[in-house]
């Protein structure tokens, strides 16, 4: 599954940017979503600012699909090393309706953040995967 581009707004703006995905997984397939980096590289937490004052993020995640699967939130210090946030607001079973999709958040708390669908065991024939990080 490829993920759609994103970009990253200048540090002066509300943060706001998205990836997308919107096609089918196999039976019991999984996705990795986009793995953000903050407070390496480019973007940093420091340099992300809301009206002249140092911003947090929150990182939020939404899916639907035609076959139920699971939606969930993993952070990581190094980009190789993933750990499952355990918070009920970071995990959500995605119901078998392409027309009632589920969404989950976490507060940015290590450097890397992503979000993870696993379907179920059926192929997929319509699925939407977002994956949005907000200044707050």
Request: net charge negative; hydrophobic share 45%.
């Amino acid at each position: 599954m490829q993920l759609g581009h994103f970009d990253f707004l200048s540090s002066q703006q509300e943060l706001s940017t998205t990836d997308k995905a919107s096609t089918p997984l196999a039976a019991n397939a999984v996705c990795n979503g986009q793995a953000w980096a903050l407070g390496f590289g480019t973007i940093t937490l420091a340099n992300i600012t809301t009206k002249g004052k140092p911003a947090g993020s929150l990182f939020r995640a939404f899916a639907a699909a035609d076959v139920a699967g699971t939606l969930t939130i993993q952070h990581s210090s190094d980009g190789q090393t993933w750990f499952t946030d355990q918070a009920a607001s970071s995990t959500a079973v995605v119901p078998a309706d392409f027309t009632k999709g589920v969404a989950v958040e976490a507060k940015v708390v290590l450097p890397f953040i992503r979000a993870v669908l696993t379907n179920g065991g059926t192929i997929q024939t319509e699925c939407e995967f977002v994956t949005t990080l907000v200044s707050i």
